[in-house]
């Protein structure tokens, strides 16, 4: 059974910082792509960052430059650096394994992450 756990969120001020973790089970985590994606309130669930097999990243424009993507195969664990948070980083951030060759993709249940301004 493959199960994604993420936990880490928060309230944190403006400008302040918090780290995301997802540990993941069930899954050979080192043939995945990882990624995070985020969810405000009345909005479309949306694509934050990915860290690929080969260690390769990529980020939504919105978090270049603020937020980290990375992952610990040893751990079966993958983290989100999120560094000069604002008030619209508030959201559900949801893990997402995804096995490209098959196309299956597994979804953790989201943790919350609230930024006051």
């Known amino acids: 059974q493959v199960q994604l756990v993420e936990s880490g969120g928060g309230l944190v001020q403006a400008g302040g910082s918090l780290r995301l973790s997802c540990v993941a089970s069930g899954i050979t985590f080192s043939l995945y792509d990882m990624s995070w994606y985020r969810q405000a309130a009345g909005k479309q669930r949306e694509f934050v960052a990915r860290v690929y097999p080969s260690s390769t990243t990529a980020y939504a424009d919105s978090v270049k430059g603020r937020f980290t993507i990375s992952g610990d195969n040893t751990k079966n664990t993958v983290y989100l650096q999120m560094n000069s948070l604002k008030p619209e980083d508030t959201a559900i951030y949801y893990c997402?394994?995804?096995?490209?060759?098959?196309?299956?993709?597994?979804w953790g249940q989201g943790t919350q992450v609230t930024v006051s301004s």
């Open positions: 997402q394994a995804h096995y490209a060759i098959f196309s299956l993709a597994y």
